[in-house]
């Protein structure tokens, strides 16, 4: 397993969502199946959001992660969040702040909220000899009310691929 950052804010609230990748292997007819998913950096910064970020309710990081597959079988790549909330540092933060304020999409698609359950994130056919990139933005909800200034961070983002 190899653990990636995002980080990010509110106003003084630099929110963090650290990646955590692993590699399934399917059992039954693809058990010897050879399959890898790389991810091109482990943290991602957001900006400090502005008081425009928060009027739009949200801050984002295009291009935030590429997702490098290899598989010579047919794949899946799905994400999900092992927390229930953020963890967060500052006398005034937002303890409750839900895994759903982090939203993820491949690039070009609708965001979608981190969920606990796995969500596909993308499917292909066997890339061998190759590779496939899939190009990952971010956006983390904001809101005027509840997100107090302090330091949030999410590490339980995990990116899994499968054979189909």
């Excluded at 980080?7 to 292997?25: D, E, F, M, P």
């Excluded at 010579?72 to 799905?78: G, H, I, L, M």
């Amino acid at each position: 397993m190899m653990g990636a950052r995002v980080v990010g804010g509110c106003t003084r609230v630099t929110a963090v969502a650290a990646l955590a990748l692993s590699i399934l292997l399917s059992g039954g007819p693809q058990a010897d199946a050879v399959q890898t998913l790389d991810i091109d950096q482990i943290q991602v910064t957001f900006p400090s959001p502005s008081p425009s970020d928060f009027d739009a309710g949200g801050v984002e990081k295009l291009s935030a992660n590429t997702l490098t597959v290899e598989s010579d079988v047919d794949w899946k790549v799905s994400v999900l969040g092992t927390a229930t909330t953020w963890s967060c540092s500052g006398a005034t933060c937002w303890t409750g702040k839900p895994r759903t304020d982090l939203q993820w999409r491949e690039a070009g698609s609708s965001y979608s909220a981190l969920s606990g359950s796995a969500a596909v994130v993308k499917t292909g056919i066997a890339t061998t000899p190759g590779t496939e990139d899939i190009v990952i933005d971010y956006r983390i909800l904001l809101d005027w009310t509840d997100d107090a200034p302090g330091t949030y961070s999410y590490d339980f983002l995990v990116y899994e691929v499968s054979a189909l």
